[in-house]
């Protein structure tokens, strides 16, 4: 199971720090990543970390302001993000699978939490 929470109203230069708890998993067998879903589109990636969280991806128009980072004792994945924009604006789900290879497919992905959602206003 994957609790995501952390989201809420932002103005747009803001940050906000995404959390997601893992359990009854091992955590640390995972990748985990964040996906995110903007009213009327699809679902799309944001960043992932590799299970030890020494390698990480991240989607071109977030790169530079969002950061991704896990603890592996807390089994706990991180989206901080800074210099928030309205386009920003989305559902954000955290999601686990076990390998790395096509990094930002929603479909390689076995676990989904249940989203936070996250508002930037102007």
């Known amino acids: 199971q994957l609790q995501a929470s952390g989201g809420g109203l932002a103005q747009a230069g803001d940050s906000l720090r995404l959390s997601c708890a893992a359990s009854?998993?091992?955590?640390?067998?995972?990748?985990m990543g964040w996906f995110r879903q903007a009213p009327g589109k699809e679902r799309e990636f944001v960043a992932a970390?590799?299970?030890?969280?020494?390698?990480?991806w991240y989607q071109d128009s977030v790169k530079g302001r969002f950061t991704i980072s896990r603890d592996n004792a807390k089994n706990t994945v991180y989206l901080r993000m800074n210099s928030l924009k309205l386009e920003d604006t989305a559902v954000f789900y955290c999601?686990?699978?076990?390998?790395?290879?096509?990094?930002?497919?929603?479909?390689?992905?076995?676990?989904w939490g249940q989203g936070t959602l996250v508002t930037v206003s102007s």
């Open positions: 970390i590799s299970w030890s969280g020494g390698s990480t």
């Open positions: 009854g998993i091992t955590f640390s067998n995972y990748v």
């Open positions: 999601a686990a699978r076990s390998a790395s290879y096509s990094i930002s497919s929603v479909r390689e992905y076995n676990h």
